[in-house]
């Protein structure tokens, strides 16, 4: 029988509770990928195999990288919204990626984590895409590799959790804006459902929807990419994150999503952005990642063409 214990471990000078003989007390990062194999949650461990650990030092004390989510699904909802608006929520260095002159895509995001190296936890984020740093004026070019979802690169502006390990890793190891909050997501093959809990325990955001009808994919068939900037110590930082899809599916100018704001940090975030028209409704509801540590950065300093 599973314990229903917790121990503390201190991550860079900071203890956080965790599952008692979950995966991050028992291998601290260096999972045994022939015992995850083993979970019947899992449909397999090959993409992992091909991806090895390294050891690095990080802001949270040494650690492994990437950190490796062995069963996982997700839920994103994309919206236009005014370039002025977006542009007024980034840092100078950044620039919205524009589908029509002013205009640009912001994003609320949820995420089940059910089989990981830090052990269960739900997520969720509000977001813009933003051009590649580094790419001049190619905004074109960006923006038709951006659509293929084969490569996103996006700004975070709220990104809750709901266990201390996730917000302790995610904000001091990663620079997010992350804090720990009640958050439910559950997502299936029939319908896709998540809340958002404000500081005092009502509610900041939800979403409710019909599930886009999936289609299965072999793994490594269909693995797109983020790359996510932000500063850590006042310093720029990449972080390079790879999704293994196995089972997803979409919806185009979607009818059926009904997402609602209440009161709270990830409600104020989106309502600054002022998001108009829905365009895409992307559900994985079967996944892996695979998420690095951040890199410093050159990013632009006086920014990019804005």
Avoid at 98 to 109: C, H, K, Q
Avoid at 160 to 171: E, K, L, S
Avoid at 181 to 204: F, H, K, P, S, Y
Wanted: aromatic residues 8%; hydrophobic residues 40%.
């Amino acid at each position: 029988m599973a314990s229903t214990g917790t121990v503390d471990v201190d991550l860079g000078g900071r203890l956080v509770t965790v599952p008692e003989g979950g995966l991050f007390d028992r291998y601290r990062m260096d999972t045994d990928l022939d015992e995850v194999a083993r979970d019947s949650r899992v449909s397999g461990v090959e993409f992992f195999r091909g991806l090895p650990k390294t050891r690095a030092e990080s802001p949270i004390g040494p650690t492994l990288t990437p950190n490796f989510y062995y069963r996982m699904s997700s839920a994103r909802l994309t919206m236009l919204a005014r370039s002025r608006a977006i542009r007024a929520r980034l840092p100078e260095e950044l620039a919205p990626l524009e589908v029509a002159p002013g205009l640009g895509l912001v994003s609320v995001m949820f995420f089940r984590y059910d089989v990981c190296d830090i052990d269960f936890y739900t997520e969720a984020a509000v977001g813009v895409a933003v051009r590649p740093a580094r790419h001049g004026k190619l905004g074109f070019v960006d923006l038709l590799a951006a659509l293929k979802n084969d490569h996103l690169d996006t700004f975070v502006l709220s990104l809750p959790v709901n266990t201390a390990i996730a917000q302790v890793r995610g904000h001091d190891g990663y620079g997010f804006p992350k804090w720990v909050t009640e958050l439910d997501v559950d997502i299936d093959a029939d319908r896709t459902t998540a809340r958002v809990a404000n500081d005092d325990g009502g509610t900041d955001l939800t979403l409710s929807a019909p599930t886009p009808a999936q289609t299965r994919h072999p793994s490594g068939e269909r693995v797109s990419t983020l790359t996510s900037y932000t500063t850590i110590n006042g310093a720029w930082h990449s972080t390079f994150s790879q999704t293994n899809a196995l089972s997803s599916g979409s919806a185009s100018f979607p009818r059926t999503v009904d997402l609602r704001l209440g009161q709270g940090r990830m409600s104020d975030d989106l309502r600054s952005l002022k998001p108009t028209r829905p365009v895409r409704f992307d559900v994985l509801a079967e996944g892996q990642l695979a998420l690095h540590l951040p890199v410093p950065y050159s990013v632009p300093q006086q920014g990019v063409s804005r």
